[in-house]
């Protein structure tokens, strides 16, 4: 007969209250030996906690965001026949045999025991491992204990398993494929290390741990700007027209309850532009050689809030009139503000808008929002006089500064969307 056992959180070393940034199961899963339970965060690392045995989950006692120490209840375990009802079951941090997790100020995370000398694939193909992107890497530690015994940066890899975890065969099939040329020496391609500065020796420093917000988008941003070639194509609009229709459109928008903002007249101008260049709404295939066409149009938007920036998405705006535009615009800008956007609000996006009209600037480079292919930044608009044959007028003239991913888009293309999109701008009345 089944017998129920306790997981609780294993030794952390002299770390407590250590957020949980990651749930990996639910009630009711099964669950194998080693499979990765929850992701603990540190000021220091982060860390996976394994399953000890494998059973299926009858009760989940934690969730995302919840603060954990040594002994905490994760969760409760419908074990094999031959585990003990009795003893709570307690997860190794790392497949060892007395070696404990001990985190210092030089290594994120030691979930191993030490390995002599680790196994060499071939000389010079593997470089040093990345201690801080291993750590984070969603793996057993049995896994980690294997791939670093053969030099393996966990972080190069795509897991196989579940929630992408990294498995034992994905790290074969990585070795195998340097090993006969299939993939190029991971050597070959590692960024050199920042130069580690010890701040304190200048002055009075100290140290804040990133906002939640940042530790997601700083990795995205930063894979997007390695992975793709980002082109900037800037121009610029005449926006007088549109501006006069909106100041006369602003009572009645007022009187519906929101605010007329000139992004609801740059989301439907821009909605129009994707429909005549469909190029710019596709996705590189996970292949990297075919090209996915979406026939939908989301388009998402950058909202500052206190927690960092957020990016909604307005589903459908190609088929929306400009109040219903503006008044997605401020029900989800407010929602962003106060937390309170669902998960699902801030996916599916075509293309992104970055407009920092209202607090200024005259150009910028905004980076692709993967697995998008272009984003559209939008300074602040000004007043410049314009030749229109005879003499100069006063014309308002908006800036566009659109980044693209020029794998899939050329040069000639850019700046025919945005001339495209400049004279849609013009032209927008309603």
């Avoid at 929630?163 to 340097?178: H, N």
């Avoid at 050689?289 to 960092?308: E, Q």
Wanted: charged content about 25%; aromatic content about 6%; overall charge negative.
């Amino acid at each position: 007969m089944a017998k129920n056992q306790k997981v609780l959180v294993p030794d952390i070393g002299d770390f407590a209250e250590v957020e949980i940034v990651d749930v990996m199961i639910s009630a009711g899963d099964q669950v194998a030996a080693e499979d990765s339970l929850i992701t603990l965060e540190t000021d220091k690392a982060a860390m996976d906690v394994p399953a000890p045995i494998p059973g299926k989950v009858i009760e989940l006692k934690v969730a995302l965001g919840d603060k954990v120490s040594e002994g905490s209840l994760i969760l409760v375990l419908e074990a094999n026949e031959s585990e003990s009802e009795e003893t709570p079951a307690e997860p190794k941090l790392s497949k060892k045999t007395e070696t404990k997790v001990e985190l210092d100020k030089t290594t994120s995370v030691s979930s191993h025991p030490k390995v002599s000398k680790p196994v060499s694939i071939s000389n010079g193909l593997m470089p040093a491992i990345n201690e801080a992107g291993f750590s984070k890497a969603h793996a057993s530690p049995s896994v980690r204990k294997f791939a670093r015994e053969l030099g393996v940066n966990l972080i190069q890899l795509k897991g196989s398993g579940s929630k992408d975890r990294i498995t034992k065969d994905d790290v074969k099939a990585f070795v195998k494929a340097v090993m006969s040329g299939q993939l190029d020496s991971p050597g070959g391609n590692v960024l050199p290390e920042l130069p580690q500065v010890d701040f304190t020796k200048f002055g009075t420093v100290e140290e804040k741990p990133l906002g939640r917000i940042q530790k997601i988008s700083g990795p995205r941003l930063h894979s997007s700007w390695l992975n793709y070639p980002h082109v900037t194509q800037n121009d610029e609009a005449d926006i007088t027209a549109m501006e006069e229709a909106r100041q006369s459109l602003k009572v009645k928008a007022a009187e519906l309850g929101f605010k007329l903002t000139p992004l609801a007249f740059v989301i439907k101008a821009l909605a129009q532009s994707l429909e005549e260049f469909p190029v710019f709404n596709t996705s590189m295939a996970p292949d990297g050689k075919n090209l996915i066409w979406k026939k939908y149009l989301h388009v998402g938007f950058a909202a500052d809030t206190p927690s960092g920036l957020v990016v909604p998405v307005i589903r459908d705006a190609d088929q929306k009139d400009i109040f219903q535009l503006a008044k997605e615009l401020a029900e989800m800008s407010t929602r962003a503000r106060e937390g309170k956007l669902k998960a699902e609000e801030m996916q599916g996006g075509c293309i992104t808008v970055s407009s920092l009209g209202g607090i200024g600037g005259t150009s910028f480079t905004p980076i692709i929002n993967p697995p998008e292919v272009a984003i559209l930044g939008i300074p602040r608009a000004k007043i410049q006089p314009v030749w229109n044959g005879e003499a100069f007028i006063p014309r308002l003239i908006q800036p566009l500064c659109l980044t693209y991913d020029h794998r899939i888009i050329d040069g000639a293309t850019g700046v025919r969307f945005t001339s495209y999109l400049a004279n849609a701008l013009s032209e927008l009345k309603k």
